[in-house]
Protein backbone atom coordinates (compact mmCIF):
# COMPACT_ATOMS: atom_id res chain seq x y z
CA UNK A 1 0.00 0.00 0.00
CA UNK A 2 2.65 1.96 -0.94
CA UNK A 3 0.78 4.61 -3.26
CA UNK A 4 -2.34 5.46 -0.24
CA UNK A 5 0.34 6.24 2.02
CA UNK A 6 1.40 8.67 -0.05
CA UNK A 7 -1.79 9.92 -1.20
CA UNK A 8 -2.74 10.08 2.36
CA UNK A 9 -0.11 12.29 3.98
CA UNK A 10 2.24 14.48 3.34
CA UNK A 11 6.08 14.46 3.38
CA UNK A 12 8.71 16.38 3.06
CA UNK A 13 11.24 14.07 2.96
CA UNK A 14 11.64 10.67 3.00
CA UNK A 15 14.61 8.29 4.57
CA UNK A 16 15.04 4.66 2.74
CA UNK A 17 16.21 2.57 5.07
CA UNK A 18 14.80 -0.62 3.61
CA UNK A 19 17.33 -3.21 2.90
CA UNK A 20 17.97 -7.31 2.69
CA UNK A 21 21.22 -9.39 3.47
CA UNK A 22 22.18 -7.25 6.75
CA UNK A 23 22.28 -10.45 8.09
CA UNK A 24 25.10 -12.62 6.60
CA UNK A 25 22.55 -16.02 6.99
CA UNK A 26 20.25 -14.10 5.00
CA UNK A 27 20.84 -15.24 1.37
CA UNK A 28 17.65 -14.94 -1.10
CA UNK A 29 19.29 -13.61 -4.08
CA UNK A 30 15.59 -12.55 -5.60
CA UNK A 31 14.78 -11.12 -2.49
CA UNK A 32 17.49 -9.14 -2.38
CA UNK A 33 17.06 -7.97 -5.81
CA UNK A 34 13.69 -7.00 -5.13
CA UNK A 35 14.06 -5.37 -1.72
CA UNK A 36 17.50 -3.50 -2.34
CA UNK A 37 16.65 -2.41 -6.01
CA UNK A 38 13.17 -2.93 -7.19
CA UNK A 39 11.43 -1.20 -3.78
CA UNK A 40 13.88 1.34 -3.43
CA UNK A 41 13.69 3.04 -6.84
CA UNK A 42 9.66 2.67 -6.25
CA UNK A 43 9.82 4.56 -2.98
CA UNK A 44 12.21 7.05 -4.74
CA UNK A 45 9.88 7.53 -7.85
CA UNK A 46 6.64 8.02 -5.30
CA UNK A 47 8.57 10.46 -3.42
CA UNK A 48 9.32 12.68 -7.37
CA UNK A 49 5.40 12.36 -8.15
CA UNK A 50 3.98 13.22 -4.85
CA UNK A 51 6.61 16.50 -4.06
CA UNK A 52 8.64 15.14 -1.45
CA UNK A 53 11.62 17.58 -0.92
CA UNK A 54 14.42 15.46 0.23
CA UNK A 55 15.13 11.66 -0.72
CA UNK A 56 18.20 10.28 1.29
CA UNK A 57 19.07 7.02 1.02
CA UNK A 58 21.29 4.57 3.31
CA UNK A 59 24.24 3.12 1.39
CA UNK A 60 26.49 1.09 2.78
CA UNK A 61 30.16 0.12 2.67
CA UNK A 62 29.39 -3.47 2.01
CA UNK A 63 29.38 -2.15 -1.44
CA UNK A 64 32.79 -1.11 -1.53
CA UNK A 65 34.14 -5.07 -0.83
CA UNK A 66 37.03 -5.63 0.56
CA UNK A 67 38.36 -2.56 1.94
CA UNK A 68 42.18 -1.71 2.13
CA UNK A 69 43.64 1.94 2.44
CA UNK A 70 42.17 5.30 2.71
CA UNK A 71 38.92 4.29 1.57
CA UNK A 72 36.95 7.74 0.10
CA UNK A 73 33.67 8.17 -1.96
CA UNK A 74 35.39 7.95 -5.34
CA UNK A 75 37.30 4.80 -4.58
CA UNK A 76 35.84 1.49 -6.86
CA UNK A 77 33.32 -0.06 -5.47
CA UNK A 78 33.69 -3.92 -5.65
CA UNK A 79 31.16 -5.95 -3.31
CA UNK A 80 31.15 -9.40 -3.19
CA UNK A 81 27.90 -10.33 -0.75
CA UNK A 82 24.07 -10.82 -2.28
CA UNK A 83 23.60 -7.80 -0.47
CA UNK A 84 26.76 -5.50 -0.89
CA UNK A 85 26.22 -6.22 -4.83
CA UNK A 86 22.30 -5.45 -4.63
CA UNK A 87 22.42 -2.48 -2.91
CA UNK A 88 25.25 -1.43 -5.16
CA UNK A 89 22.58 -2.17 -8.34
CA UNK A 90 20.24 -0.28 -5.98
CA UNK A 91 22.37 3.06 -5.82
CA UNK A 92 23.52 2.74 -9.48
CA UNK A 93 19.94 2.50 -10.76
CA UNK A 94 18.78 5.22 -8.44
CA UNK A 95 21.45 7.44 -9.10
CA UNK A 96 20.31 7.32 -12.95
CA UNK A 97 16.73 7.62 -12.58
CA UNK A 98 17.04 10.62 -10.59
CA UNK A 99 18.80 12.79 -13.05
CA UNK A 100 16.50 15.96 -14.00
CA UNK A 101 14.42 15.02 -10.78
CA UNK A 102 13.17 17.74 -8.53
CA UNK A 103 14.00 15.56 -5.22
CA UNK A 104 17.11 16.31 -3.59
CA UNK A 105 18.72 12.81 -3.70
CA UNK A 106 21.00 12.46 0.03
CA UNK A 107 22.92 9.23 0.01
CA UNK A 108 24.38 8.27 3.00
CA UNK A 109 27.38 4.94 2.26
CA UNK A 110 26.83 3.89 6.19
CA UNK A 111 29.62 1.79 7.59
CA UNK A 112 29.10 0.20 10.73
CA UNK A 113 26.33 1.23 12.62
CA UNK A 114 26.00 -0.16 16.64
CA UNK A 115 23.06 1.13 19.55
CA UNK A 116 20.42 -0.18 21.61
CA UNK A 117 17.98 -3.06 20.21
CA UNK A 118 20.51 -4.25 17.51
CA UNK A 119 19.68 -8.01 16.92
CA UNK A 120 21.94 -10.59 18.95
CA UNK A 121 23.98 -11.79 15.81
CA UNK A 122 25.79 -8.10 15.61
CA UNK A 123 28.74 -7.94 17.00
CA UNK A 124 28.50 -5.76 20.05
CA UNK A 125 25.12 -7.32 21.38
CA UNK A 126 27.03 -10.48 20.65
CA UNK A 127 30.26 -9.12 22.81
CA UNK A 128 27.95 -7.59 25.92
CA UNK A 129 25.78 -10.40 26.06
CA UNK A 130 28.86 -12.91 26.65
CA UNK A 131 30.15 -10.71 28.96
CA UNK A 132 27.02 -9.88 31.08
CA UNK A 133 26.12 -13.55 31.18
CA UNK A 134 29.86 -14.94 31.73
CA UNK A 135 29.78 -17.23 28.95
CA UNK A 136 32.68 -18.02 26.87
CA UNK A 137 32.32 -17.45 22.88
CA UNK A 138 34.15 -18.56 19.85
CA UNK A 139 35.72 -15.80 18.06
CA UNK A 140 37.65 -15.17 14.63
CA UNK A 141 41.24 -13.69 15.29
CA UNK A 142 39.74 -10.27 16.08
CA UNK A 143 42.29 -8.78 13.60
CA UNK A 144 40.12 -7.82 11.33
CA UNK A 145 38.77 -3.56 10.99
CA UNK A 146 35.78 -1.98 11.75
CA UNK A 147 34.30 1.37 12.02
CA UNK A 148 31.11 1.47 14.36
CA UNK A 149 29.42 4.76 14.77
CA UNK A 150 26.86 4.89 17.57
CA UNK A 151 23.25 5.23 16.19
CA UNK A 152 22.45 9.01 17.88
CA UNK A 153 25.14 10.51 16.05
CA UNK A 154 23.62 8.79 12.65
CA UNK A 155 20.44 10.45 13.79
CA UNK A 156 22.17 13.43 14.14
CA UNK A 157 23.73 13.37 10.35
CA UNK A 158 19.82 12.63 8.69
CA UNK A 159 18.21 15.10 10.91
CA UNK A 160 20.65 17.90 9.36
CA UNK A 161 20.03 16.47 5.86
CA UNK A 162 16.41 16.56 6.75
CA UNK A 163 16.06 20.53 7.22
CA UNK A 164 15.16 21.58 3.95
CA UNK A 165 18.77 22.93 3.68
CA UNK A 166 20.04 22.47 -0.56
CA UNK A 167 22.90 19.96 -0.24
CA UNK A 168 24.67 18.90 -3.61
CA UNK A 169 22.26 16.62 -5.21
CA UNK A 170 23.19 12.98 -5.95
CA UNK A 171 26.14 13.04 -3.59
CA UNK A 172 27.38 10.48 -2.34
CA UNK A 173 28.77 10.30 1.50
CA UNK A 174 30.92 7.95 3.77
CA UNK A 175 29.26 7.97 6.95
CA UNK A 176 31.16 6.19 10.11
CA UNK A 177 33.31 6.71 13.12
CA UNK A 178 36.60 8.48 12.75
CA UNK A 179 38.43 5.77 14.72
CA UNK A 180 38.94 2.75 12.95
CA UNK A 181 39.44 -0.52 15.31
CA UNK A 182 40.23 -3.69 15.78
CA UNK A 183 37.28 -6.55 16.81
CA UNK A 184 39.89 -7.64 19.43
CA UNK A 185 40.77 -4.34 20.69
CA UNK A 186 36.37 -3.40 20.49
CA UNK A 187 36.11 -6.36 22.62
CA UNK A 188 38.79 -5.85 25.16
CA UNK A 189 37.67 -1.93 25.38
CA UNK A 190 33.78 -3.32 26.12
CA UNK A 191 35.02 -5.81 28.61
CA UNK A 192 37.16 -2.84 30.65
CA UNK A 193 33.99 -0.71 30.46
CA UNK A 194 31.94 -3.83 31.55
CA UNK A 195 34.84 -4.63 34.21
CA UNK A 196 34.21 -8.37 32.23
CA UNK A 197 36.23 -11.32 31.85
CA UNK A 198 38.03 -10.95 28.55
CA UNK A 199 39.44 -14.48 28.98
CA UNK A 200 35.64 -15.33 27.70
CA UNK A 201 36.56 -14.82 24.36
CA UNK A 202 38.31 -17.51 22.41
CA UNK A 203 40.36 -16.35 19.45
CA UNK A 204 41.13 -18.06 16.67
CA UNK A 205 38.49 -20.64 16.95
CA UNK A 206 36.09 -19.48 14.05
CA UNK A 207 37.60 -18.70 10.20
CA UNK A 208 37.83 -15.27 8.84
CA UNK A 209 35.19 -14.66 6.08
CA UNK A 210 36.48 -14.86 2.72
CA UNK A 211 35.45 -11.07 2.10
CA UNK A 212 37.01 -9.81 5.72
CA UNK A 213 38.74 -6.02 5.84
CA UNK A 214 41.99 -5.59 7.92
CA UNK A 215 43.65 -2.97 6.57
CA UNK A 216 41.69 0.39 6.10
CA UNK A 217 40.27 3.78 6.98
CA UNK A 218 37.89 5.75 5.80
CA UNK A 219 38.23 9.42 4.53
CA UNK A 220 35.10 11.58 6.06
CA UNK A 221 36.61 15.05 4.80
CA UNK A 222 33.51 15.53 2.21
CA UNK A 223 30.69 15.05 5.31
CA UNK A 224 32.42 16.74 7.31
CA UNK A 225 33.22 20.01 5.19
CA UNK A 226 29.42 19.75 3.80
CA UNK A 227 27.36 19.68 7.35
CA UNK A 228 31.15 22.07 8.96
CA UNK A 229 30.53 20.27 12.36
CA UNK A 230 31.99 17.69 14.47
CA UNK A 231 29.07 15.51 14.35
CA UNK A 232 30.74 12.31 15.62
CA UNK A 233 29.75 13.15 19.75
CA UNK A 234 29.56 9.68 21.09
CA UNK A 235 33.21 7.60 21.91
CA UNK A 236 32.94 3.59 22.23
CA UNK A 237 32.72 4.10 25.78
CA UNK A 238 29.56 6.60 25.57
CA UNK A 239 27.98 4.11 23.29
CA UNK A 240 28.28 1.40 25.47
CA UNK A 241 27.39 2.90 28.31
CA UNK A 242 24.43 4.18 26.83
CA UNK A 243 23.28 0.57 25.71
CA UNK A 244 23.98 -0.67 28.97
CA UNK A 245 21.78 1.68 31.21
CA UNK A 246 19.02 1.64 28.62
CA UNK A 247 18.88 -1.95 29.09
CA UNK A 248 19.45 -1.71 32.81
CA UNK A 249 16.36 0.63 32.72
CA UNK A 250 14.32 -1.30 30.26
CA UNK A 251 15.01 -4.86 33.23
CA UNK A 252 13.72 -2.74 35.76
Known sequence: NKLSIFKDNIFDVVINSIS???????????????????????????SENFGVK?????????????????INED??????????ITKAKGLEKLLRSSEGYSTNLIILRLFSIY?????DFKLMPTI?????????????????????????DLINVILIFSSGIKYPQNTIFNVGSK????????????????MGNFQLFQWGLLPYRESESFEFEVDLSNISHVLDLKYENYTLENGITEILNIG?????
Open 20 to 46: YGVNYNEQDSELAKFTNIVLCNELFSL
Open 54 to 70: TFIHLSTSDEYGVMNGT
Open 75 to 84: TQINPQSIYG
Open 128 to 152: INSLRNNTKIMMTGGNQMRNYLYIN
Open 115 to 119: GSNES
Open 179 to 194: NTLKIRDIAEEISAIM
Open 248 to 252: SNANE
